[in-house]
């Protein structure tokens, strides 16, 4: 794999678009001190994905922006493209997102496409000549898979080479992208893809002042993972370190389950009890409101007999109180005609005493027929009035009577 060109925008002292190809030969960028040389070396390893602001010489990540002069002005964001050739990836059955696919010349085992890094990206291709013959590379969007222990399957894979582009972009709002193709992805589909050729932000590809000195005085460990890192088995180690932290993350993830699922089971049993008591309750409920329905229809019977018996006798009254007025009259037009005759009786008192004290006799007896019969009439008036009131005190316990 190879370095074929870059495009800077943006970055650093790069404020307008900047494009650096690179030939099959050795390529020295020369300059004056402050012409931005060092500038180059930290945007390769910015879009390879650096993330260590004072690694690329500043405080913050969001200095790497050109943050304007007295003739421009800042930049809202800083991208950098660099377009890799004869890039390799082997075919996987993991990997994080994208799926590609070989085609060639010699028998495959595999119909579907493998896994080899994740993106939000929709389906590209790319066709090119390799070393063994026509291959046609295929990248679709995928799912994850769940089973870590496969990441260790691709040992084995065939080799697929393709051309590949790699981008970066960081917002002033601290929002990044990673691109690979123009393909939304994670720095660690980048990261996947490339530890392979051994290009990363710490890997031997890249080598800045006294980092010769420093492998030369490295310790043997030291030593023993830039080997690795040329052997391209580090990829595997990180794999099987990310498989490590799944599996214990996994464990973990069980052992909360099953505390989740006992509390789960106590909680269960309490609202089983629960249930069933709100279920006697609504039933004993239910039952409640019956037998007060059935007690106020009762009720409801009872005052309506109770009105209909006050109303009957409140209309024998009223009938009685008529006659008796009517015979109260009666008797008062027998008094006056009475007292009448009394008057002409005084004039003839001497020769009728007699007479006339029959007649006072007559007349004592019919003032005490008539004081009894006002006093009756009294007492049905008295009547009259209780049996209103109970009445209207019926009526108003039980509401309007309706038919």
């Known amino acids: 794999m190879r370095l074929d060109h870059i495009e800077i925008a943006g970055f ?6 900047a494009e650096l190809a690179f030939d099959d030969r050795v390529t020295a960028i020369v300059g004056p001190n402050g012409c931005g040389k060092s500038n180059v070396i930290d945007a390769i390893t910015w879009v390879l994905g650096e993330q260590s602001a004072r690694s690329l010489r500043g405080e913050r990540m969001e200095d790497v922006i050109f943050s304007g002069s007295d003739a421009r002005r800042p930049t809202a964001a800083a991208e950098v493209r660099i377009q890799l050739s ?3 990836a082997a075919l996987q059955n993991v990997g994080t997102g994208l799926e590609m696919q ?11 496409g493998n896994q080899v890094f994740n993106g939000n990206a929709n389906a590209i291709s790319d066709t090119e000549q390799s070393s063994v013959g026509p291959t046609t590379v295929v990248a679709v969007q995928g799912t994850e898979t769940s089973d870590v222990l496969s990441e260790f399957e691709d040992f084995d894979r065939p080799v697929v080479t393709r051309d590949v582009e790699v981008a970066r972009r960081l917002y002033r709002s601290g929002e990044s992208e990673y691109l690979i193709d123009g393909q939304v992805c994670r720095l660690r589909d980048i990261q996947d893809l490339l530890m392979d050729s051994g290009v990363g932000v710490k890997a031997y590809a890249v080598i800045e002042q006294g980092r010769i000195g420093q492998v030369l005085s490295a310790r043997p460990t030291e030593r023993r993972q830039l ?49 069933a008591k709100a279920r006697r309750y609504r039933r004993l409920r239910e039952e409640l409101r019956r037998w007060e329905m059935v007690s106020f ?7 309506a007999a109770d009105i209909k018996t006050a109303e009957s006798l409140l ?29 002409e009786s005084d004039q003839a008192v001497t020769a009728v005493r007699d007479l006339a004290h029959q007649k006072e006799l007559e007349l004592e007896r019919r003032q ?36």
């Open 297 to 303: 229809v009762r009720r409801s019977e009872a005052l």
């Open 86 to 88: 004869k890039v390799t």
């Open 227 to 275: 080997l690795e890192e040329a052997a391209g088995i580090t990829k595997y180690k990180s794999r099987r370190r990310s498989a490590e932290l799944k599996l214990e993350a996994a464990q973990q993830n069980l052992t909360r389950i099953d505390d989740i699922v006992f509390e789960v089971e106590k909680q269960r049993i309490a609202l089983k009890r629960q249930a």
């Open 368 to 403: 005490q027929k008539l004081d009894f019969d006002r006093q009756q009439v009294a007492d049905l008036q008295v009547a009259q009035n209780g049996g209103s009131e109970a009445l209207r005190s019926l009526t108003t316990r039980s509401g309007p009577v309706t038919d």
């Open 12 to 17: 650093k002292s790069f404020p307008e678009r």
């Open 315 to 343: 209309s024998e009254a009223v009938v009685r109180k008529g006659s008796q007025a009517a015979s109260l009259s009666g008797f008062e037009s027998d008094q006056a005609r009475l007292r009448v005759e009394l008057v």
């Open 102 to 112: 070989t085609i060639d010349n010699t028998p495959q085992k595999f119909t579907e």
